[in-house]
């Protein structure tokens, strides 16, 4: 861990000073994290904290100001979808640029779509109900069980949580935009 304990702990001290209050709980699960995974500099685990924090927007933006204003750090404007975990070494779909995660969520979706059968659009449902049946093929859910790991660490069960959501939520609107 390149940043200091003292530094993480003093930081937390400022968010409760700045109505900005996480659990203790989550401050040493994340000193914990940063000690496990090896981040080459202090940005990467400024990063880090501002995506594991927070649980709303609200507390993203106020955590955003104050890494700014006490570590002197801008969070990039980045979309960070996924957060690599060491357990996710089968698939790549987060080690790839943006451009190469959607030809990855289209031949998924494809693949999905190909695999459920015929849709016959001559009947009268929406799209939302096609979309329910395909997510209760089996096919569906093999892609999807992929996130069904079981991590000693909390905070990598809640990324794992998070990732798997931006997943199925990405894989969900690759496969509206096919049907």
Known sequence: MNLQTDEVINFSTICKQNNLQ?????????????????FEKDSDELEMM????PTNKIEKDKLKD????YF??????????????????DKNYFDKNIDDVNTSFQNISRDILNNFGEIDFSRPV??????????KSQFYENEISFFNISFDSELDQIVNSQN?????????MKLLERI
Not at 164 to 172: I, V
């Open 22 to 38: 996480f659990p203790s709980e989550r401050f040493s699960d994340l000193i914990n994290y940063l000690n496990i995974h090896d």
């Open 50 to 53: 501002y995506h594991l924090l």
């Open 66 to 69: 104050l890494i700014s204003k």
């Open 72 to 89: 002197g750090h801008v969070i990039k404007q980045e979309n960070h979808e996924f957060i690599n975990l060491d357990e996710y070494k």
């Open 126 to 135: 929406s799209n939302m109900y096609w979309l329910n049946q395909i997510k």
């Open 164 to 172: 798997k959501g931006n997943f199925t939520n990405k894989l969900d």
